[in-house]
């Protein structure tokens, strides 16, 4: 990629995220200086959205680090990386934070193709409704149960379909 003022090979790889539009920009070593991006930059993304204040008063406070590697809350914040598996566990409230702050939740949801997510929600409508007839025949209302059988065999249909 080439630097987008100079067309020098570009080695800083800039991604802003506002809103639902996603720009991008590439800077050579040079150009990165001129415009004030360091490699503490690199680092500084977590402290910018837990804030300098949050930082000064977990120091303060007892520092949190890792139980197994010793990594620290400090180590976290500066190189916005974890050391082991465990850091995961130690560090959930951050991370939580940070997530919700850059995502719109803690869980990844994904995408599910559109066939797939209606045959789903029929499979899970089925369920319900199997659960439905059980209920309708142990309590002997059997036109109802019949209803539900038939709603059933309708779901059916629209799956294989």
Do not use: W
Request: proline share 2%; with cysteine.
């Amino acid at each position: 990629m080439k630097c987008a003022f100079c067309n020098e090979m570009a080695t800083v790889h800039l991604t802003q995220i506002v809103g639902e539009k996603m720009q991008k920009i590439d800077l050579c070593e040079k150009c990165a200086k001129e415009k004030g991006i360091s490699d503490s930059m690199a680092f500084s993304l977590t402290d910018m959205l837990l804030g300098d204040e949050t930082t000064k008063n977990h120091i303060h406070e007892g520092e949190l680090s890792c139980p197994q590697c010793g990594f620290t809350e400090t180590d976290f914040k500066k190189t916005g990386r974890l050391g082991c598996p465990a850091c995961y566990e130690t560090f959930s409230e951050i991370i939580e934070t940070i997530l919700k702050d850059m995502h719109k939740g803690v869980v990844h949801k994904g995408k599910t193709p559109k066939k797939f997510a209606k045959a789903q929600f029929y499979q899970t409508k089925i369920k319900r409704l199997q659960e439905d007839l059980k209920k309708a025949v142990a309590q002997e209302k059997y036109e109802e149960a019949a209803t539900i059988r038939d709603e059933i065999a309708q779901l059916e249909n629209l799956i294989k379909s």
